[in-house]
Nanobody
Framework: QVQLQESGPGLVKPSQTLSLTCTVS??????????WSWIRQPPGKGLEWMGA???????YYSPSLKSRTSISRDTSKNQFTLQLSSVTPEDTAVYYC???????????????WGQGTQVTVSS
């Protein structure tokens, strides 16, 4: 029943900050005890968990991306947002938002997924 929808620019220039929003319907982002994650998949590569914001508002990040990643939420809009700074072409990927009852999501069988949105980093 819960639905997630990613939105944001499909093309970002190198060095800029990528901002994506996940709009959630059919469930509240504050409901115990879910985690709301951002996951990406570069072309030809596997899934990469980037980070999550918990039902409580606590945030968690992949160590490899922590320095560039910020996840926040707007409970009044039932949305959560990904910001990835200083992007390079290696950040080109399909980006997904996910609801799961575990913090780290590593397979598509876990949780409820948005349809994904393609983001290309190019000058």
């Amino acid at each position: 029943q819960v639905q997630l929808q990613e939105s944001g620019p499909g093309l970002v220039k190198p060095s800029q900050t990528l901002s994506l929003t996940c709009t959630v319907s059919g469930g509240s982002i504050t409901t115990n005890y879910y985690y709301w994650s951002w996951i990406r998949q570069p072309p030809g590569k596997g899934l990469e968990w980037m980070g999550a914001i918990a039902y409580s508002g606590s945030t968690y990040y992949s160590p490899s991306l922590k320095s560039r990643t910020s996840i926040s939420r707007d409970t009044s809009k039932n949305q959560f947002t990904l910001q990835l700074s200083s992007v390079t072409p290696e950040d080109t990927a399909v980006y997904y938002c996910v609801r799961a009852n575990t913090l780290v999501v590593v397979t598509t069988s876990q949780g409820s997924w948005g349809q994904g949105t393609q983001v290309t980093v190019s000058s």
